[in-house]
């Protein structure tokens, strides 16, 4: 006789890290020990000493803390007589048995031979997100060690798996039944079945057998796929379930303090996301009045009978208050399209929607847990390839599982680049003091200057007393228009690439096409629009400039990889680090302020940048060689090398720019010219 222990101990919403999609919550049923035998001896209870429920839980899991060369056998009785089981291997430590919608009468452990185990956990689980089941085989095929007779399973039909996923099979079997699922290619066994896949033998009736798939399964399963083989056994039907994990994003729609009763009331009549069944409202309360007469209702209509109550207040503050909508209430505050919150003796903070994203979701940048102390030490950086597509409109999302917010200044602070660039203007999110509490979603909506300055950078995520879990971007509400800024700096010019159509300049910018007939003058031809992709001059007083596209163009870089040519500048969306002194026949020019001012400069060495949306000069006029023959025009370029004007030591092409009485003109060789190159008497 051996003595299997069960741990007594409860244990609720403990995540299995052996199964990340599944959430336990333990149930004792004896406190002292139990002894079984190599036969049918073992736990046998009535139906009604098991808190099990179809709707809430969806399988019955046993877990070893260890086998001494033993199997240990699991089965479930239902009160219809039906019965599940299944056998854990001295190797494996875990058995799961998916439940059926019948009640259970009895639950029996026993050892498939002489030894010991000690049994860890004994428990109920239910899924945790959605779960979806994908049919891979359907059929009926039969194994006698033949290797024609496998079933082979491509790697393309798991392409989306993730640890905790799990397969299920349909099965009958025969005397000797031996089942082996392994890794095509390599023929690796999985991690949870072992040599054999422990289904039962002498099975007449379909059977059902599943296994899940472990964190050291997903990559070689994904690249090589599966194949099932083994002796006299039949399987009719594979089936892959995968479980999207969520978690909870919100979108804010009030914050601020507000002290509510029944004629004072925080409203939202626009831009409600849509919802659906599960989707939760919730609400911030951070104070209450002494009467204990308080009350809070998310309503759609003053209709008393539709309001949906907040309950289980408590002392507690500030603290969340949630409502998980069911798919009737969701689908009336669609078709109505407002929401509110009313009620009376409570002081409100916040008031938002709280809609699930599978933690697999593209859009999730970066996962994990991150302190944010109070002396601004901590961060997240997304790097910028991360970032390419993100566009204006875009909400920038930082979950947070601890808030501060004891002092003025404690927030979430986002900066970019490799020096930690503050954006201009600065982009934060104040914690309101002692108001905000976690969980929460800080949103930070995309500008066009913000995705222009993460253009080509890295994102970092900081601040001062927070912890974040996850650092996401949402649509947000999509923007119809885009547009692009540029800063034209004291010298009064800059060169500009768009990846966008631009039907009407900026007030105060005029814009020009360069050309060059391979001699030492550069022209400058005036246009009323830009086009996509071409290279152009603008000329403009000091300042910031937004140039904005026609409505439904696109602003997407990812596939404008290469440079782009416009007669003599040569346009580019990404940093040139290096410029090449040629191409070919041609030479280059960087602008820059040199030693002789705002000009084209001759690249030498190699040792000129571009920045991103910016352009060179390209040319078959040789400065180094044919003289000092000027431009028709300066062109500014930016410091520090790359983004503004910066001391150059290269030859050079060179003209003078003046302003007389407010107005532009260019001085060539001590001759005058207008700023459309034609001669000023």
Not at 250 to 272: A, F, K, P, Q
Request: glycine content about 8%; charged content about 20%; some cysteine.
């Amino acid at each position: 006789m051996t003595a299997i222990s069960l741990n007594a101990t409860v244990v609720t919403k403990e995540y299995d890290l052996a199964d990340l999609t599944k959430q336990q919550e333990t149930t004792t049923w004896s406190t002292n020990e139990l002894t079984v035998t190599n036969g049918w001896d073992g736990i046998a209870h009535d139906y009604g000493e098991y808190p099990y429920n179809a709707e809430d839980y969806t399988e019955l899991t046993l877990e070893l803390a260890s086998a001494s060369e033993v199997g240990v056998y699991l089965a479930i009785k239902y009160s219809d007589n039906s019965t599940s089981d299944k056998t854990i291997n001295a190797g494996s430590l875990i058995a799961r048995i998916p439940l059926s919608n019948s009640s259970i009468k009895r639950i029996d452990i026993k050892l498939t031979a002489a030894g010991s185990a000690t049994i860890s956990k004994l428990y109920f689980s239910k899924v945790i997100g959605k779960e979806t089941v994908t049919n891979l085989f359907t059929g009926s095929n039969t194994f006698d060690w033949g290797w024609d007779h496998r079933i082979l399973i491509p790697n393309t039909a798991f392409a989306s798996i993730h640890e905790g996923d799990r397969i299920q099979f349909t099965y009958t079997s025969g005397a000797s039944g031996q089942c082996q699922v392994r890794v095509q290619e390599t023929n690796a066994e999985l991690a949870e079945t072992g040599e054999y896949a422990a289904i039962t033998q002498n099975q007449a009736e379909p059977a059902n057998f599943s296994f899940v798939l472990r964190a050291e399964d997903i990559e070689k399963v994904k690249q090589n796929g599966l194949y099932f083989h083994g002796n006299a056994y039949t399987i009719t039907s594979i089936d892959l379930h995968t479980y999207a994990k969520q978690i909870m994003v919100e979108t804010e729609l009030n914050r601020g303090e507000e002290t509510i009763n029944w004629d004072v009331h925080w409203e939202h009549t626009s831009g409600l996301p849509v919802l659906s069944e599960g989707d939760e409202l919730r609400v911030v309360l951070s104070a209450k009045d002494e009467s204990n007469n308080y009350q809070i209702y998310f309503k759609y209509d003053w209709e008393n009978e539709h309001a949906i109550a907040v309950t289980g207040i408590d002392a507690t503050l500030p603290k969340v208050y949630s409502v998980v909508l069911t798919a009737e209430q969701a689908t009336a505050i669609n078709d109505a399209g407002k929401l509110f919150v009313n009620g009376t003796g409570v002081t409100l903070s916040r008031f938002s929607i709280a809609q699930p994203m599978s933690i697999y979701d593209e859009s999730i940048l970066w996962s994990g847990e991150q302190a944010v102390t109070n002396g601004w030490s901590g961060n997240v950086t997304i790097e910028k390839e991360a970032l390419a597509d993100i566009k204006e409109g875009n909400i920038i999302c930082v979950q947070l599982s601890a808030v501060g917010g004891d002092d003025a200044d404690d927030q979430v602070l986002l900066k970019y680049g490799d020096s930690w660039t503050d954006f201009s203007p600065a982009v934060n999110y104040l914690f309101q003091a002692n108001s905000d509490v976690a969980p929460m979603t800080v949103e930070i909506p995309v500008t066009a200057k913000m995705r222009d300055q993460l253009r080509g950078n890295k994102l970092v995520v900081t601040g001062k007393d927070f912890t974040m879990t996850h650092v996401l971007i949402k649509e947000g509400t999509p923007v119809n228009t885009n547009s692009h800024f540029v800063t034209v700096t004291s010298a009064g010019m800059a060169t500009l690439v768009l990846p966008f159509d631009v039907p009407n300049l900026p007030d105060g910018v005029q814009a020009y096409n360069l050309t060059n007939n391979g001699d030492a003058t550069i022209w400058a031809n005036p246009v009323d629009a830009l086009e996509a992709d071409k290279p152009v001059l603008i000329i403009a007083a000091e300042g910031e400039y937004k140039f904005v596209s026609e409505e439904g163009a696109s602003d997407d870089i990812s596939s404008k990889t290469g440079t782009f040519t416009n007669g003599a500048l040569v346009g580019t969306y990404y940093a040139i680090a290096a410029v090449p002194e040629s191409d070919g026949s041609v030479n280059n020019y960087i602008l820059s302020n040199g030693s002789d001012g705002v000009a084209f400069y001759q690249v030498k060495d190699n040792t000129c940048s571009v920045a991103p949306y910016r352009a060179y000069l390209s040319c078959g006029y040789n400065a180094n060689q044919g003289g000092a023959n000027a431009a028709p025009m300066h062109i500014v370029f930016r410091q520090d090398n790359t983004t503004a004007i910066e001391d150059v030591q290269v030859d050079k092409l060179q003209s003078t720019k003046v302003f007389e009485n407010g107005v532009l003109y260019i001085k060539h060789n001590g001759i005058k010219y207008n700023i459309q190159g034609q001669l000023c008497k």
